[in-house]
């Protein structure tokens, strides 16, 4: 049946799909060009890479108008087109008519071009002797990530979703449907709309950061690679320390954006709960992290150049793995905020096998002719900082092989479950892993590079073991810190934080890297701010109404409010005061009382809400009041008409700042550290 559509804006999504293939071809030219420049013995090979450099500003420019594209349809809200349909819709506010481009599989995969095909225009103009092989890397990548966008059949199998497919295009039959309706546009008013949980001011932040930290994991693997082509096992280090260091920055803020959100946008009272998603993005972090210990350690000794060279491709291979659980549906049973399947799952597979047998056959081949064996010190800086690296790896593995379960259970046909209670399974492991992490720092600060008098050692470290002993007693004796476990793990934290202090102010090693002071320093901070604030967390809601509410766990957590009744709720008197409906979201006032005087007076008013989508159902946004020492959370479990009432869960987070403050200097840290070995680069150059 051939039907003349009236009103479609075909043009715009014609050319979209000319700039996905465009871009596509350009990509998968570029990767030929590079590498044919690069093994060119003639005059030939600056003519090849200037046809490279010319094809891969074109596929990052078709990039770009792709994106510009597609958000010309999202803005100008032509629900004709599938993506701009599904995600988008006329009520949204700028800011989430913003996120809803990286709110689908497309979108997502787009940002993650977008982003590596920047980062290689970088390259080109940085990368000098290195740029041919290292862009010959970049360039495959971004032929596989571009193939994701084309939507195309190719012997029976498709290759990609195109963010430019019509609405009607996804429908099986149109029989039965608007669109047997030449002019259903005008029956199609709206949009499907964001998820509501997305409906945050931290997912206009959180995605592109988090894209751009795995981009970025791209350039130390491509100069890995490049390293074996070109027989060349020392240089690279210093070029691709500052990259390492950039992609561990913007990875790790994309995470704590990405835990801020969930603080602010789910009810499960924290930022962190151990979700599959949550972890597959941690853990490429945490072997970056070991990578550039290990390739700190290899400036020095080589002995640690295998494992640099393991982790840091590693890395960008747990990057396609993260992208493979999160888009393959395989954790849509485990995960709150995991895509579907969309078809792609053999694509993710050969895009994620591709880069592990090259970067496995590459390693095999050079082992022998990088690897240098050396009688290791014991008592010296390089030797904990491998064993601390390794510490990491260890309890990297331990995250990614758990949250793999659904993948072994899909392979295996096996059907073994993920822990019941995620947080405290991972917290329990993890801990031992974060206990060491912290010794070796400590160790650390009082070590030089190779031999040490292991009396000097042992005098050094005297004052920060004795201040960490005294300082752990005000805590265990104020009952902050009950547990042995946490005991013991309070105790290395301060000998860490001790430690580092006494580094900054008396230079306990030489050289001393400032930059380093402040990432441990941050990252201790972070760790103790996670001790006390989830050792102390607490529920604060019990219900001390008159009505049931059906079993003793619902009522020893949540409290029941009728309008204007005021309620004890440990140390406050609660009132459910009024509402107020805007659109889909309804915003419930809750004055907190304190009594004084013998009449009531409001400390703080806190606004949660629901958000009821019409598709989607309802969702409910927590709200928070922060205060210096503690963090009181509070989201509604329920909520009745006949008599007017909410049902609601509040939580105390105490010393939540800690943690906050720890992530903002050990980013800072990252920060310095980068500038400093970008300085010292153009010194070198120069």
């Not at 999504?13 to 350009?26: E, H, M, T, Y």
Request: with cysteine; glycine share 8%; net charge positive.
């Amino acid at each position: 049946m051939n039907i003349q559509y009236i009103g479609e804006h075909l043009f715009p999504g014609i050319l979209g799909k000319v700039f996905v293939w465009s871009s596509f071809f350009g990509a998968l030219l570029a990767a030929v060009f590079f590498m044919v420049s690069f093994y060119s013995k003639s005059n030939r090979g600056k003519q090849w890479l200037l046809g490279a450099r010319t094809l891969y500003i074109f596929h990052t420019l078709t990039l770009l108008g792709v994106s510009a594209v597609l958000y010309f349809l999202i803005f100008q809200h032509y629900f004709e087109f599938s993506y701009v349909w599904q995600y988008s819709s006329r009520s949204l506010g700028v800011e989430y008519i913003i996120s809803c481009f990286w709110a689908g599989q497309e979108g997502s995969f787009l940002v993650w071009a977008i982003w590596q095909a920047l980062i290689g225009v970088i390259l080109i103009f940085n990368a000098r002797e290195w740029e041919r092989p290292v862009m010959g890397i970049v360039s495959l990548s971004q032929v596989f990530v571009t193939s994701m966008l084309l939507g195309v059949q190719f012997l029976g199998t498709r290759i990609g979703t195109s963010p430019f497919t019509l609405l009607r295009e996804t429908i099986g039959s149109l029989s039965g449907t608007i669109f047997m309706e030449p002019g259903y546009l005008n029956l199609l008013k709206d949009g499907n709309g964001l998820n509501p949980l997305l409906e945050n001011i931290w997912m206009t932040i959180h995605p592109p950061i988090l894209f751009l930290g795995y981009a970025l994991a791209l350039v130390p693997f491509a100069y890995a690679l490049a390293s074996f082509l070109k027989k060349d096992y020392v240089s690279w280090i210093s070029r691709v320390l500052p990259w390492t260091i950039l992609s561990l920055t913007l990875l790790g803020a994309g995470i704590l954006l990405g835990g801020a959100w969930a603080y602010v946008s789910l009810t499960f009272g924290g930022f962190w709960s151990w979700d599959p998603v949550e972890n597959s993005s941690l853990v490429p972090w945490m072997t970056l992290i070991a990578g550039l210990h290990f390739l700190l350690i290899a400036r020095r000794q080589h002995f640690a150049l295998l494992s640099a060279y393991l982790f840091l491709c590693l890395s960008y291979i747990l990057v396609l793995y993260a992208s493979f659980l999160t888009r393959s549906g395989v954790l849509a049973d485990t995960s709150a905020h995991s895509f579907g399947d969309n078809g792609m799952t053999v694509q993710l597979i050969i895009f994620l096998l591709s880069f592990l047998v090259l970067s496995g056959i590459m390693i095999g081949v050079n082992i022998r002719k990088f690897h240098e064996k050396k009688k290791e010190e014991i008592l010296s800086r390089e030797f904990w900082m491998f064993i601390g690296s390794v510490i990491v790896v260890l309890a990297s593995f331990q995250i990614i092989f758990t949250t793999s379960i659904p993948v072994f259970n899909r392979i295996f046909g096996t059907d073994f479950a993920p822990p019941a209670n995620p947080v405290g399974f991972y917290n329990r492991w993890q801990m031992p892993f974060a206990l060491l992490v912290a010794a070796f720092i400590a160790f650390c600060q009082f070590l030089n590079y190779s031999r040490n008098d292991p009396k000097t050692f042992l005098r050094k470290m005297s004052w920060p073991l004795g201040i960490s002993l005294i300082l752990c007693i005000p805590f265990i004796l104020k009952g902050i810190i009950t547990q042995m476990n946490h005991v013991f793990f309070l105790f290395f934290i301060l000998f860490s934080f001790i430690s580092v202090l006494f580094n900054l102010l008396f230079r306990t090693v030489r050289p001393r890297n400032i930059g380093a002071v402040l990432t441990h320093s941050g990252f201790i901070f972070f760790l103790l701010g996670v001790l006390l604030t989830f050792s102390n967390s607490v529920i604060i809601s019990t219900n001390t109404s008159r009505f049931d509410l059906g079993d003793e766990k619902n009522n020893a957590e949540n409290l029941m409010l009728v309008k204007n009744d005021t309620l004890y709720m440990r140390g406050f008197y609660v009132t459910y005061v009024s509402k107020t409906i805007k659109g889909n979201l309804t915003e419930y006032r809750l004055d907190f009382l304190k009594r004084k005087d013998g009449r009531y007076v409001t400390e703080f008013s806190l606004f949660p809400s629901v958000n009821v989508h019409p598709r989607m159902g309802a969702v409910y946004n927590p709200a928070t009041r922060h205060f210096f020492n503690r963090d009181y959370y509070t989201y509604i479990s329920h909520v009745g008409n006949e008599p007017d009432y909410i049902v609601i869960k509040a939580i105390m987070n105490p010393y939540i700042n800690v943690l906050w403050a720890g992530a903002i200097l050990m980013t800072t840290g990252f920060i310095y550290a980068f500038w400093k070995r970008v300085r010292a680069r153009r010194i070198s150059n120069t």
